[in-house]
T-cell receptor, first 116, second 112 residues
Framework: KAGVTQTPRYLIKTRGQQVTLSCSPI?????VSWYQQTPGQGLQFLFE???????NKGNFPGRFSGRQFSNSRSEMNVSTLELGDSALYLC???????????????FGSGTQLSVL | DAKTTQPPSMDCAEGRAANLPCNHS???????VYWYRQIHSQGPQYIIH???NNETNEMASLIITEDRKSSTLILPHATLRDTAVYYC?????????????FGTGTRLQVTL
């Protein structure tokens, strides 16, 4: 079974641009969540989608947005990029039905975004 | 949010058991303890989780104290490939939604 796939693996952008990152969850997984990892702040939760609806959101500005499609694939978008947005962006999928309180997350390898 | 406290780093000789402690004194009665690890340049990998009973799988064992205020992850025979940052997490819930709040973790170095 294929794991969580994130594309692209590396990305270089300049300040002020926007970027879209893609995540394909494990087949059959309907929940997708996104995390940002930086050396200074560590791993931080961005948002979670289930059945095309955002059901949880972290403390990030409105420049960070996401969506989920009917096939559970998800994208996240960052507009008006800032230098501080340079980070590893990780996507994780899970299989609801195990019980929300005990479901496991499966992470992709991430997209390394560099903002110059 | 429930918080966890872990030592910043630990060393372990290859072939020995690695015992990674975690304090979570504010955990609520229905919150699970999760362990993930992150090998350099990869996404976090699920290891194990538990509520109140000890758990074991092919990767590790999880020992949770009776008062649930602390736990220990045990890698029974550590190998060099177990070198990673290990995160102990108590899951945050709001209704049916949840998120993982990662702390700074324990950097485990397995040596020859």
């Amino acid at each position: 079974k294929a794991g969580v796939t994130q594309t692209p693996r590396y990305l270089i952008k300049t300040r002020g641009q926007q970027v879209t990152l893609s995540c394909s969850p494990i087949s059959g997984h309907r929940s997708v969540s996104w995390y940002q990892q930086t050396p200074g702040q560590g791993l931080q939760f961005l948002f979670e989608y289930f059945s095309e609806t955002q059901r949880n959101k972290g403390n990030f500005p409105g420049r960070f947005s996401g969506r989920q499609f009917s096939n559970s694939r998800s994208e996240m978008n960052v507009s008006t990029l800032e230098l501080g947005d340079s980070a590893l962006y990780l996507c994780a999928s899970s299989l609801p039905g195990q019980g929300v309180r005990s479901e496991k997350l499966f992470f992709g390898s991430g997209t390394q975004l560099s903002v110059l | 949010d429930a918080k966890t406290t872990q030592p910043p780093s630990m060393d372990c000789a290859e072939g020995r058991a690695a015992n990674l402690p975690c304090n979570h004194s504010t955990i609520s009665g229905n919150e699970y303890v999760y362990w993930y690890r992150q090998i350099h340049s990869q996404g976090p990998q699920y290891i194990i989780h538990g509520l109140k009973n000890n758990e074991t799988n092919e990767m590790a064992s999880l020992i949770i104290t009776e008062d649930r205020k602390s736990s220990t992850l045990i890698l029974p025979h550590a190998t060099l490939r177990d070198t990673a940052v290990y995160y102990c997490i108590v899951r945050d819930y709001t209704g049916t939604a949840s998120k993982l709040t990662f702390g700074t973790g324990t950097r485990l170095q397995v040596t020859l």
